[in-house]
DNA sequence: ACGATATCGTTCGGGATCAAATTGTACGGA
DNA sequence: TCCGTACAATTTGATCCCGAACGATATCGT
């Protein structure tokens, strides 16, 4: 019902509301779907696949990350997973919990804590990615094959940017102002 | 760190895992694209222009949602932010207690509720905002604004698709089976 | 009329999430 | 050897978020 005229429809409308003060229609359109796909995205997927078999996205994409990787030190994948290390202490904790990783210490290095995945875990990896593959195939229906490249090789350079660019850009705008604070977490201690 | 070499890299080693399941790798290397954009894009925004106004993504979502529209009942607004009803609750009383936003009873129909923006709630768009589409413009800039259109084409789709089939898909995939429960979240009577 | 049914927003249960603080381990130099 | 620094993962505190249950209102069928 949201529609995807909304969109552009909200453009226009937030033109008007800036009166004067030029808006960048194009770049403000690709962040909006960009996000409104994610979600739509992880819910179909949440409701269709992953649900069946207990799994919520953030899960199944640390299983997929050390599936796909083999054993892991724990930061590499949360970097890779795009999560915080602390979230993936709980996330992996949960699914050592259920059988599904192994957690071991590194044989040289005691810091480190590698992640891999027990039998029952690849076996459901096995059967669970096809599945999820194929809800990635649905989502996509509307796009050919050469679009789905374009689009991906869009988003890339996103994330690229904001990787390679995105802390000193940061840096510029806040300047010499404090880093600013964050409504929720743990207060610093000073 | 984990460049954008990792996607594509994954993918072959995806298929190997799979041996002889095919993979459909374009329609595999959107999702995850969009997933990694969302999640760049949006801490990106937080941690620049959002911190700064002490405002979530949710909340600003959801006051980009109120001053666009003008007036509207929540349940609209949920539905235009992306988040459940619950949790809209939650953040529209935050943003009332801020003085950003008012809720008032609709006058004809007393099981909706309308928001809308107070007169510092309107400031603060009109002071963010710009630093907002300022970001969306820093995000993508290593797109044309030829290339920002056909992304953002391509993600339209995608969206409509599972909002115009997504519904129609999980049901006929589920089939009769039940629709999964999900491991959080209050429990079911029964 | 009036009860069944549908629809709204809110409440509540149970994680998920982040960032700071903390704890534990490694490794360099004095 | 012993200390300080560097770097791991984990714990902690505060908040966010979803979806089932709930209570209140509207509407439809008879």
């Known amino acids: 019902m949201p529609g995807q005229r909304s969109i552009t429809e909200a453009e226009k409308l937030a033109g008007a509301k800036l009166g004067g003060i030029p808006v960048r229609h194009e770049?403000?359109?690709v962040v909006a779907n960009i996000y409104r796909a994610a979600s739509a995205v992880r819910q179909h997927l949440e409701n269709s696949v992953l649900r069946g078999s207990e799994l919520t996205?953030?899960?199944?994409?640390?299983?997929w990350v050390v599936w796909i990787w083999g054993e892991s030190e724990t930061r590499h994948v949360a970097e890779e997973a795009g999560i915080s290390k602390g979230t993936l202490t709980g996330v992996s904790r949960t699914l050592e919990a259920r059988g599904l990783v192994r957690r071991s210490g590194h044989p040289t290095d005691g810091r480190l804590v590698l992640l891999s995945l027990t039998?029952?875990?690849?076996?459901?990896m096995q059967r669970v990615f096809p599945q999820f593959?194929?809800?990635?195939?649905?989502?996509?229906?509307?796009?050919?094959?050469e679009e789905c490249r374009s689009?991906?090789?869009?988003?890339?350079?996103?994330v690229?940017?904001?990787e390679e660019q995105g802390e000193?850009?940061?840096?510029?705008?806040?300047?010499?102002?404090?880093?600013a604070p964050r409504r929720s977490g743990r207060r610093p201690k000073a």
């Open 27 to 29: 770049q403000m359109a």
């Open 57 to 63: 996205w953030t899960a199944f994409v640390v299983l």
């Open 119 to 124: 039998n029952e875990g690849e076996e459901l």
């Open 133 to 145: 593959n194929e809800e990635e195939a649905f989502v996509t229906e509307r796009l050919s094959d």
């Open 151 to 158: 689009v991906a090789e869009g988003l890339r350079r996103v």
């Open 160 to 162: 690229l940017q904001v």
């Open 168 to 179: 000193e850009r940061r840096l510029a705008l806040l300047d010499g102002a404090e880093p």
